[in-house]
Structures are given as structure tokens and as C-alpha cells.
């Protein structure tokens, strides 16, 4: 890899709102998305290609955009997020964030490092363990994934507990596990899962599967009923602290 990509990478937008998932839900953050993903999820709202710009809004909830030229190099996104003040934590997400690794390394901010991963880039992972301060780790289940065949949901799995082992939590670290429930996810299999993972994780988070699109229209056709969902907590809080939090930032339309 050139040393170009250690020092600038693909964003596709930075802006300042509220966290609206897991147990940070309405803490005040900055926003960077990065582009590029390397999995490809069922339930993905977010449109990762590399854009030959950046959206940046630096008045929050302007709803007015600059268009900054990609790719960003680390000096220009400290200065993007100087006028973002009162933070809780700057969120780095995607996409997936562990891709640039070495870039997110030579960020120098005041405020900590909230990173929101699929958890699945352990060696990426391991350049980033003194450096984040929370850690919003997805569990993709193999099932959730389109094109990953038998053979590699193995890999998938072990790559994911890796991840967590990393960066899981500690006097200077929260980790949480975030798991998007759908309609007809084998709730034993979520059950395994989590007792992978739970030594190094503070909580679960259930996240239902949030309609977009047409499935607006019908939302049950996607959604887990909250039977489900409620047997699937009272089955983990046997192994762990689990919560039940739905996408809280699309109830009232922030970024």
C-alpha cells in the first residue's frame, strides 16, 4: 500500500447529529463516513461507493452541503471537524472504517474515537487498539450475508470473535456487540454467537431490522415480530446485559 494511503482516504460524508444506535443513543457526535465496504449485507441502508466528493455540513442540521474533493487527507479532516464543539466522541462509520486503519491512525483530535465496524478485519483491527475509545461492533451472521459461501462463513465467524478479543472493552474502552434482528433469523444461532463474544463486550444491542424503501409499505414482511425479539432478549440476558434499541435517528429524520 503507498504511503498516500496511509495520510488520505475516500469519505463520503462528515456532519454533526446525535448517535441514534446502541447504548450511546442521543449523545452529540461528528460524523465520518468512509467509503467502501468489504461484506454485503441483506439489511444495508447505506450506499458505500467511493464518490468523487465528500458531503460536508458544517452547520449542523443546516441541511447544506460542500462539496470537498476526495481523497481527504488527515490535516484536512482534522480542520473539517474543528467547528463540531461539545462532542461526546467523533463516530467513524461507513462502509466499513477498519479499511482505513492506517489513516484513522494518524488522527489527531481531541475529542475520542467512536468506531462503528463489522468486525470482521482483524489485522486492521489490531492497528487500532490503543487508539479508539468505543467500540460499536456489529455480529454479522453468516445468513445476513449475500455471496459468502460455506466454506467462508467459518472464516467469518472466527475473524468476528477475533475482532472483539481485540477491541473489547476495558478501563479505557467500551465495546458493545450490536446484532440487526430479521424476520427470520435463527434465534439459536444468535444465541451461539453472543456466547462468543460476551467476555469481551459490555452489552448486546438487538437492533430490528428498520424498513426502508418499499418495505415501508409493509414492514412486517422484513421485521421480526416483537415476540421474537422479546423471546430472543430473555434468552440472552442469561449470558449477558441485552437491550432491544431501534434506529432512533430515523424516527425524526436526523442525519
Request: proline share 5%; hydrophobic share 35%.
Amino acid at each position: 500500500m503507498s504511503a498516500s494511503k496511509f495520510t488520505s482516504a475516500p469519505i463520503r460524508e462528515v456532519f454533526c447529529s446525535v448517535q441514534g444506535e446502541g447504548p450511546y443513543v442521543g449523545t452529540r457526535q461528528a460524523f465520518v463516513r468512509f467509503s467502501g465496504c468489504n461484506l454485503n449485507c441483506n439489511y444495508c441502508d447505506t450506499d458505500f461507493a467511493t464518490p468523487g466528493t465528500c458531503d460536508y455540513e458544517q452547520v449542523e442540521g443546516s441541511g447544506y452541503f460542500e462539496k470537498i474533493k476526495n481523497p481527504i487527507n488527515v490535516t484536512h479532516l482534522e480542520a473539517m471537524l474543528q467547528p463540531f464543539k461539545k462532542l461526546h466522541s467523533v463516530s467513524l462509520t461507513g462502509g466499513e472504517p477498519l479499511l482505513y486503519a492506517d489513516f484513522i491512525r494518524k488522527l489527531n483530535i481531541a475529542s475520542p474515537l467512536y468506531l462503528e465496524s463489522n468486525m470482521t478485519l482483524p489485522e486492521q483491527a489490531r492497528k487500532l487498539t490503543e487508539k479508539v475509545a468505543y467500540v460499536s461492533g456489529d455480529f454479522k451472521l453468516p445468513e445476513t450475508l449475500r455471496g459468502i459461501g460455506r466454506e467462508a462463513r467459518k472464516e467469518h465467524m472466527e475473524n468476528t470473535v477475533e475482532c472483539f478479543r481485540l477491541l473489547r472493552k476495558n478501563h479505557s474502552r467500551d465495546c458493545f456487540c450490536k446484532i440487526v434482528v430479521e424476520r427470520d433469523m435463527e434465534l439459536g444461532a444468535v444465541n451461539r454467537a453472543v456466547e462468543t463474544i460476551a467476555p469481551y463486550v459490555s452489552c448486546v444491542i438487538l437492533q430490528p431490522e428498520t424498513p426502508i424503501g418499499r418495505d415501508l409499505m409493509n414492514p412486517g414482511a422484513i421485521q421480526a415480530s416483537v415476540k421474537s425479539i422479546m423471546e430472543l432478549q430473555k434468552s440472552l440476558l442469561e449470558i449477558i446485559d441485552t437491550r432491544v434499541i431501534p434506529q432512533t435517528h430515523r424516527m425524526w429524520g436526523c442525519l
